[in-house]
């Protein structure tokens, strides 16, 4: 049981790239949600499912796109990268309603 | 206004020191309430959930406020292994989000 796997741990971006960032979760959990932490600012929701084939926005969605892919998989794409995108990404999946979120390991972007 | 609110500290205590930590929420409608530890450059890791009635596990006590819209955390015998943040987290169901505090760092000195 791996609980919430994150890929890759870490990446360096030159501004306008793209990439995707993945998740995984094998609790047979329904809700999954993609987080950002910046110094100071603490997490912050990007864009969250609360289940198989819903997504919805959070907090700080823009230039994020996301893909809850199957029950497992949940993906978070950046189209044109930029450099206040640089952040730790953290994914976090929950059975749902308001029970105990468990996370990823992270990654760690930098946006050159 | 945030809607969860932590004084970001830092705390610094001698081993075996009483230390407490306060939370504030903004939206009365939140249902679950939580505490996270997080390490250095790791993910946050559920500490303990908060009950309406309070909630003790081992040298951690949990405390939640309704009217005044307030969580607390008191650990006791600190030891040098809670040296971490704390992050005070709440959910309001029919969002199906969680809003997490800023975190109150804490390092248990020898």
């Known amino acids: 049981n791996a609980g919430v796997t994150q890929t890759p741990k870490f990446q360096v971006l030159k501004t306008g790239q793209s990439m995707t960032l993945q998740c995984a979760q094998d609790m047979n959990h329904n809700s999954m949600y993609w987080y950002r932490q910046d110094p100071g600012m603490g997490l912050r929701l990007i864009y969250y499912?609360?289940?198989?084939?819903?997504?919805d926005k959070g907090e700080v969605p823009n230039g994020y796109n996301v893909s809850r892919l199957n029950k497992r998989e949940f993906s978070l794409r950046l189209e044109s990268a930029a450099p206040s995108q640089t952040s730790v990404y953290f994914c976090?999946?929950?059975?749902?309603?308001?029970?105990?979120?468990?996370f990823g390991p992270g990654t760690r972007l930098l946006v050159l | 206004r945030k809607e969860v609110e932590q004084d970001p500290g830092p705390f610094n205590v001698p081993e075996g020191a009483t230390v407490a930590f306060n939370c504030t929420y903004s939206n009365s409608a939140s249902q679950s309430f939580f505490w996270y530890r997080q390490d250095c450059r790791k993910e946050p890791k559920l500490l303990m959930s908060?009950?309406?009635s309070g909630n003790e596990d081992g040298r951690f006590t949990a405390q939640l406020n309704r009217a005044s819209q307030y969580i607390s955390l008191l650990i006791r015998d600190s030891k040098l292994s809670d040296s971490a943040t704390y992050l005070c987290v709440v959910n309001t169901k029919t969002g199906n989000q969680f809003y997490f505090g800023t975190g109150t760092s804490l390092t248990v000195i020898p």
């Open positions: 908060v009950y309406s």
């Open positions: 499912s609360a289940s198989e084939g819903t997504t």
């Open positions: 976090a999946s929950t059975v749902g309603g308001g029970e105990t979120q468990y």
